[in-house]
């Protein structure tokens, strides 16, 4: 095999040994570093030009990528980029400015350097605050990707009271990480919170609240072409009309100000459902 080849299937970073492995001789190595189709990143480091850096910085530390930072790896939700890389090391080796996991891996390693999809979440579960390892395990959970019983088969003990609390919380109702960190604020604050609720003449609305408040939540790909725009505001107009009402929040609310959000939700909670009046 081609050492452009063994790379790509490697992820574009690996060491050279597993290059070799998939078949790519010394000789076709240095050939390719000559031609500068390979590049030698340092001792024992290859990769292809281009290669994603953080791909190529988890090789050169001996270590592969998980938690926060595998998270886009498998399209996983991810709250906040995490400031520091988290890798999985197995050597003793420690990396500086990292975060360091070293929980044994249940499954066993894919070829490119970051670890499988269930040793990402065990490990976001037991490294990240709630919120945030919530909505990467609901993202995979929603797909079909992982079963709850099986992440919970790995956290026994003491040490895995508080990640067993959190898987509690996945819901498969959300169809967005907006709509998960919505879902847990409204709950937390004792709202009767349901979601994904059908309403003749409306459509599928993402949340209703006590039973009369809907909430819809525009991401940062809102809803600006005319036609959509024009069938939103029908809907909106549809539900008052049945005598509901209806809160519209962006992005920017849910993830940087959620307590307005929810102090605007209250309020109108407070008031209670609207009156159809009669002629």
Request: net charge positive.
């Amino acid at each position: 095999m081609e050492p452009e080849e063994a790379l790509r299937r490697l992820g574009g970073a690996a060491m050279t040994r597993q290059v070799q492995a998939q078949g790519a001789s010394e000789a076709a190595i240095r050939s390719a570093v000559r031609k500068g189709s390979v590049q030698r990143v340092e001792r024992g480091v290859l990769s292809l030009p281009g290669a994603d850096t953080a791909l190529v910085a988890a090789v050169k530390a001996r270590s592969l990528l998980t938690c926060a930072s595998a998270a886009s790896r498998y399209g996983l939700w991810l709250l906040h980029e995490p400031a520091e890389p988290h890798y999985w090391q197995s050597n003793g080796r420690r990396t500086a400015k990292c975060i360091s996991h070293r929980l044994s891996l249940s499954q066993p390693r894919p070829n490119e350097p970051y670890v499988a999809l269930p040793d990402v979440l065990l490990h976001a579960l037991l490294c990240l605050p709630p919120l945030e390892s919530l909505v990467m395990v609901e993202s995979a959970y929603i797909r079909g990707d992982i079963g709850l019983g099986y992440l919970r088969r790995h956290l026994l003990g003491n040490r895995g009271g508080q990640a067993r609390e959190v898987l509690a919380r996945v819901d498969r109702g959300a169809g967005s990480l907006l709509e998960t960190l919505a879902r847990v604020l409204f709950r937390d604050a004792g709202i009767r919170t349901e979601t994904q609720v059908w309403i003749d003449g409306v459509g599928t609305v993402d949340f209703l609240l006590e039973g009369f408040l809907i909430v819809e939540l525009d991401g940062i790909a809102f809803h600006l072409e005319p036609r959509q725009f024009k069938k939103d505001r029908r809907r909106d107009n549809e539900a008052t009309r049945q005598g509901m009402l209806v809160l519209r929040f962006f992005y920017d609310d849910v993830v940087y100000a959620p307590e307005k959000m929810l102090r605007h939700v209250r309020e109108v909670l407070l008031r209670g459902p609207a009156r159809l009046w009669s002629k």
